[in-house]
């Protein structure tokens, strides 16, 4: 059974610093391309961004709206990928998913950004 | 800003189809897969069509995914109460080097 398992949410303060982990079971994490998706209180999906495997370089793509502020990693010994986000803003408070988009999906962890 | 439009709302009475449409661009749906998603309030997505048609295991075949050009579609036929639920379509975007998620339907059960 595949499992993906978010953690790392909470409250901060605008302006600070986050990091999320989701752990990775039941498939080959490091084929796995995973992205980051969030969904603020009541509203729709938005994709935050992705990082491929490192076989085809590991490389990250991001959201307009977080390019610059959060970055996407992975450490493969350890099956997991990385959110951390920077420069938090009130308007970053949403839950915050981990997928493949093409069919797992963690269930989420929720990050309040409020002063 | 979601880039793929969705109607914000569907219904249908039980045994009733109801379709749900997916409009996008030649850089999105045009040139790449899409994938549907139903969510139930307070819980993550699930996948329900991937790569435009296809069906995981599991899932009933009253779901079913269409696309033509740069539109996609969900069809669900022999709507039931549990198929209460927000739909989302999704697919990457050339242009934007991004996933674009639709803007969401409600599906509602009279």
């Known amino acids: 059974e595949v499992q993906l398992v978010e953690s790392g949410g909470g409250f901060v303060r605008p302006g600070g610093s986050l990091t999320l982990s989701c752990g990775v079971s039941?498939?080959?994490?490091?084929?796995?391309?995973m992205s980051w998706v969030r969904q603020a209180p009541g509203k729709g999906l938005e994709w935050v961004g992705r990082?491929?495997?490192?076989?085809?370089?590991?490389?990250?793509e991001y959201a307009a709206p977080v390019k610059g502020r959060f970055t996407i990693s992975r450490d493969d010994s350890k099956n997991t990928v990385y959110l951390q986000m920077n420069t938090l803003k009130s308007e970053d408070t949403a839950v915050y998913y981990c997928?493949?988009?093409?069919?797992?999906w963690g269930h989420g962890t929720l990050v309040t950004v409020s002063s | 800003q979601s880039v793929l439009t969705q109607p914000p709302s569907a219904s249908g009475t039980p045994g009733q189809r109801v379709t749900i449409s997916c409009s996008g661009s030649s850089s999105n749906i045009g040139s790449n897969y899409v994938y549907w998603y139903q969510q139930l309030p307070g819980t993550a997505p699930k996948l329900l069509i991937y790569?435009?048609?296809q069906r995981p295991s599991g899932v009933p075949d009253r779901f079913s995914g269409s696309d033509s050009g740069t539109s996609a579609s969900l069809a669900i036929s022999g709507l039931r109460s549990e198929d209460e639920a927000d739909y989302y379509c999704?697919?990457?975007?050339?242009?934007?080097?991004?996933?674009?998620f639709g803007t969401g339907t409600k599906v509602t059960v009279l």
């Open positions: 999704v697919a990457w975007d050339d242009n934007l080097s991004a996933y674009v």
């Open positions: 997928t493949t988009i093409t069919g797992y």
């Open positions: 039941g498939l080959t994490f490091s084929n796995a391309w």
């Open positions: 790569r435009n048609y």
């Open positions: 990082i491929k495997s490192r076989s085809v370089g590991g490389t990250t």
